[in-house]
């Protein structure tokens, strides 16, 4: 069984005295921040990890309901104004529909939204968005049943489809469809996933599949890039491309299809990063802030919230960690080494 390993923690560097916010040295600003409430899933997707699972985070090493809000809250006083709530699987956390109303109660409100693979959400939409929560994105990479439990070794699409249906009848709008793309395995149904999700009106998002895995076998051959995704929606779908302009901050490059009004969204993290515009930071179920999804390393929050640290001194341990921010993740160059922690520890 593969094994997490601890934290990397860093000495806490100051940004500089009278820093206000979340900047780096590069001049970005994160506003956007992506919460792992929990390391669990109930799938074994293939591209993230092993059959068997992984060691799960202790209970007593997690951060508690009153630590996140508070450290969100933390967040939040400091500029932040999106919540992304991420896993492992979010709603394997019991008590997320409360977290989600006390998150939604900090001032100013955040804009609340949360990343799932949709099993569960049947029950749980309806409730969560009366707590608060704005939007979903659900991850679902095939529509195709035997490629379905092939991929995820369960045999669970059936239950991510209610899951969908029902989060559209909360109100969770706009509903999202996040897919990744792999050579081989679902690549030649790119299309049909398209043409699936506009006829149920979600909006579907395609990510380049990234060094992620806890097994530390991603290999570049066997990814789609984004290049080859357009092509082949292009098969079947006129795609236009929408001003670069107008995408701001966000990760997706946005096509129109069939002139719109619908989109469908491509996200080349590996072929062409949108480091340069980044306004995203993490917090990692056990109180790690990671100020990039591929950092090296992270400083530690539950251990001084544990020991009786500030508010202030929580904001100071945040902003230098941001402040080290690298100017981008690096895949493709020589010196590039994946992170230890996989993406089912770090928060998607």
């Known amino acids: 069984m593969t094994g997490l390993p601890f934290p990397s923690v860093r000495a806490a560097t100051r940004a500089p005295e009278g820093t206000v916010g979340l900047p780096d040295q590069l001049g970005r600003v994160a506003r956007d921040l992506r919460v792992s409430v929990t390391d669990r899933c109930n799938l074994r997707c293939r591209y ?69 693979n949709g099993i569960g959400l049947d029950r749980l939409a309806q409730p969560l968005a009366d707590a608060g929560l704005d939007r979903v994105n659900v991850s679902l990479d095939t529509i195709d049943p035997q490629e379905f439990a092939d991929l995820t070794r369960r045999d669970r699409l059936h239950d991510v489809e209610l899951g969908l249906k029902a989060a ?56 789609i890039s984004s290049e080859e995704i357009r092509d082949r929606l292009a098969e079947r779908f006129t795609l236009t491309p929408l001003p670069a302009a107008d995408r701001g901050s966000a990760p997706a490059e946005l096509f ?25 930071t993490r917090l990692t179920a056990d109180g790690q802030v990671r100020n990039c999804l591929f950092s090296q390393k992270e400083t530690d929050l539950l251990g001084p919230m544990r020991e009786g640290a500030s508010d202030e001194q929580l904001a ?33």
């Open 48 to 116: 993230c990890m092993p059959a068997e699972g992984l060691p799960w985070l202790a209970k007593p090493d997690m951060l508690t309901d009153d630590e996140l809000v508070r450290v969100i809250g933390v967040f939040v006083g400091l500029g932040v104004h999106q919540i992304r709530l991420t896993g492992g699987e979010p709603m394997l956390r019991r008590s997320l529909v409360d977290v989600v109303r006390r998150v939604a109660a900090l001032e100013p409100r955040p804009r609340i939204a949360m990343t799932t």
């Open 168 to 223: 559209s009848a909360a109100g969770l709008t706009p509903v999202k469809v996040n897919a990744v793309a792999m050579r081989g395995i679902n690549d030649h149904s790119v299309a049909d996933l398209l043409q699936w999700c506009l006829d149920r009106g979600y909006e579907l998002r395609f990510i380049e599949q990234m060094p992620l895995d806890a097994q530390h076998g991603w290999d570049a051959s066997t990814m």
């Open 256 to 280: 129109l299809v069939d002139g719109g009004p619908v989109t469908v969204g491509i996200i080349a993290s590996v072929t062409a990063p949108f480091c340069a515009a980044c306004d995203r």
């Open 316 to 348: 100071a341990l945040i902003q230098g960690e941001m402040w080290r921010k690298a100017p981008g993740h690096g895949i493709g160059t020589a010196d590039f080494v994946q992170p230890d922690r996989p993406m089912s520890a770090i928060g998607g």
